[in-house]
């Protein structure tokens, strides 16, 4: 191949890609379509508190919610929930909140009790009796948490812990600043 | 999709098991490799092996120069277990950085040397597939085509595939040519331009990824930038052959 068929070829690389790049650039939709992972619409939560109450998902919408499915069992659900109590406590203001899905299924009622007890956990707590939330959310380790922005949308999800207060922050920042 | 592997008791991290497992094919692999170039293969493992830790290192720290404030008051979070906690960005751009003055310190001879770490390469560009398609992560645009995989309820792109296919193939290539007789480097630039191609073309269909100002795929731009160097310094090799 000599000089010119190489600059040629070049040439024809380079109007092709950059052809390629263009067309096939990924159209700038908002995410219509609900699964349990980022870049789609949190699939709907709605579960009774220890009062009975049903708190719903969808009603914490306008807000960045921790949505954290735990066990009280769990270690690395235990060790992580004072990192959650702390940043409920630091954040709800700029409109930051943490929906507390206890995988009760496999859990006793009375030691989740007796854990928001001893750990002074102020924030709603949740309970799947029947693991149809847990089923929904595709949950196979305890504990997995979500990162549900403003419009609903989950943004992150972790899965296993303990969490970091580092690594929940460098997420939600961003989130609350939006 | 499979994130997370339930055996018996444990829950285990699928992506990272794979990634574990791919690690450990590549410097298999890349020993083998340089061995059959006369080069020293025990010692290019270990280079491999610094510069993989090398490149988990720099992810972590890459996540925490991106998120610092969070960091700083909480220094041992570099620590924690967050398995999402790592800028893979940061970790590959650390690797490289460190894995040539590594070799660039011991003098090995480039062209060679980048023969011997072609399979290595083109496992880890599979490896980094099939974890993706265990994570659920770089899935496709929605596709009609007959080929399309059904995720949560929508018919897309199995662009984890379309990578997979591509390293798949690129290690075939380099395992039919791998023992003829051709320039250094040739086995290198052809795998790494069909690597280049499979990426330009395959990552047209993806749903995610690195996007650049005005909804540019950052992977295509860089996977063109390869293409494009590899066919200016392509004729060199040759005149470089043909001159010995």
Redesign the interface.
């Known amino acids: 191949m000599n000089k010119t068929q190489r600059d040629w070829l070049t040439l024809i690389l380079m109007i092709a890609g950059v052809g390629w790049i263009v067309i096939s650039r990924p159209p700038d939709l908002p995410s219509v379509t609900v699964s349990p992972r980022p870049g789609f619409i949190a699939p709907a939560i709605a579960l009774p508190l220890a009062n009975g109450e049903t708190l719903a998902l969808s009603a914490l919408r306008g807000q960045v919610v921790i949505v954290n499915f735990w066990a009280s069992w769990c270690g690395p659900c235990r060790a992580e929930m004072p990192t959650l109590e702390k940043i409920y406590q630091a954040e709800g203001e700029r409109g930051l909140t943490i929906l507390a899905v206890n995988s009760t299924v496999q859990d006793d009622e009375g030691a989740v009790a007796a854990m928001q007890r001893e750990f002074g956990l102020s924030f709603p707590i949740v309970f799947d009796r029947n693991g149809e939330t847990g089923q929904r959310y595709g949950i196979r380790m305890l504990p997995t948490t979500f990162i549900v922005d403003r419009t609903g949308v989950i943004r992150e999800v972790f899965f296993g812990g303990p969490l970091s207060e580092a690594s929940l922050r460098s997420v939600i920042e961003p989130l609350l600043g939006e | 999709m499979l994130?997370?592997l339930?055996i018996g008791p444990f829950?285990l991290?699928t992506p990272g098991l794979i990634l574990l497992l791919g690690g450990w094919l590549i410097l298999q692999v890349s020993g083998r490799a340089a061995r059959l170039k006369q080069l020293n293969g025990d010692r290019l493992e270990m280079i491999i092996f610094i510069t993989m830790l090398a490149g988990v290192i720099g992810a972590r720290l890459g996540?925490?120069l991106?998120?610092w404030?969070?960091?700083v008051?909480?220094p041992?979070?570099?620590l924690?277990?967050?398995?999402?906690?790592f800028s893979p960005l940061a970790g590959v751009a650390t690797a490289i950085i460190i894995g040539s003055v590594m070799l660039w310190r011991q003098r090995w001879p480039l062209w060679p040397t980048f023969d011997a770490l072609t399979p290595g390469i083109a496992l880890a560009v599979l490896t980094h597939a099939i974890a993706q398609l265990a994570s659920?992560d770089g899935y496709g645009?929605p596709a009609e085509v007959p080929w399309a995989i059904n995720?949560?309820?929508?018919l897309r792109h199995p662009t984890q595939l379309y990578a997979a296919l591509t390293a798949l193939i690129a290690l075939v290539v380099w395992r039919v040519r791998y023992r003829q007789s051709q320039p250094h480097g040739m086995l290198f630039l052809t795998v790494s331009a069909l690597l280049a191609a499979g990426t330009?073309?395959g990552?047209?269909?993806?749903?995610?990824g690195w996007?650049l100002p005005?909804?540019?795929?950052g992977s295509?731009?860089v996977a063109?930038a390869i293409?494009?160097i590899i066919?200016?310094i392509?004729?060199e090799i040759f005149l470089q052959h043909n001159y010995r």
């Open positions: 994130p997370v339930n829950a991290y996540y925490a991106m998120a404030p969070s960091y008051a909480d041992w979070a570099l924690s277990r967050d398995l999402q906690a659920g645009l995720l949560w309820g929508e330009l073309i990552e047209g269909f993806a749903a995610t996007l005005g909804q540019v795929r295509q731009v063109l293409l494009v066919v200016r392509w004729p």
